[in-house]
């Protein structure tokens, strides 16, 4: 290969051509580093660690990083429970604590970037623990550990929304009931009460087609639009 063919590669763009005494300054100075993908003038990408310019490598006084099996996971397992705990206790109690459990998922993140710093590795950049799962699969890059955290989150999250449509259509039915009372009552001039309200289907969004049971026993076809905090039920004639 020519004396001037190696490149690096740096936020999605090649650099090059360098020197291997470059490189090897470069590897020295940790401009790049081990994992850094570069191309010695022929062949595929590799990784700085799979060529020649390995010995090159910037390695600080003490001991190497642990193992990736020696690396507490109990953090991002953390994400994971807090996700799907999150999920229930807002279907439980129908409030939405989506910023408090943010906070927790935030402060798990940034404690688990410690501990991976404390191993002796590299831990993803700081800002990504905004994005949960993009810190969960870089983590996982890193270590080159198995990805089991990352698919479980994100099985968590899919849960957790799950339940929080639940728990909208549970408050919408359970407000929507009193309404569906008030208009027998006032415009049909009728006595019966409304039992329970049970959505049947989303034609669209935020437009609901729901049965109404009574407490004479008889069931209704009633709609229910909902615009932001606004709920209009409409009952055909009886």
Known sequence: MSEGSWYYALNGSRQGPFTMDQMKEFAASNAIHAETKVWPGAGEWVSLKDTDLNNSIHRPAGPPPL?????DNRFVWGLVGIQLVGGVIEFISGVSLWWMF???????CVADEKRLKAAGHAAPTAW????????????????GQNKNYFYAWVAAFV???SLAAASGKSALEEAACPLVT????KQFYQSSSCLAVTIDDEPKSGFYRATALLDNGNEIDI???QKGET???RVPQQ
Do not use: C, F, M, Q
């Open 67 to 71: 193992a990736a099996s020696e690396i």
């Open 102 to 108: 943010l906070i927790l998922n935030v402060g798990l």
């Open 128 to 143: 990504w623990v905004i994005l949960i799962p993009v810190y969960l699969w870089k983590r996982a890059n890193l270590l």
């Open 159 to 161: 849960v957790s929304l």
């Open 182 to 185: 008030d208009i027998i009552h």
């Open 223 to 225: 709609t229910i639009e």
């Open 231 to 233: 709920i209009y039920v």
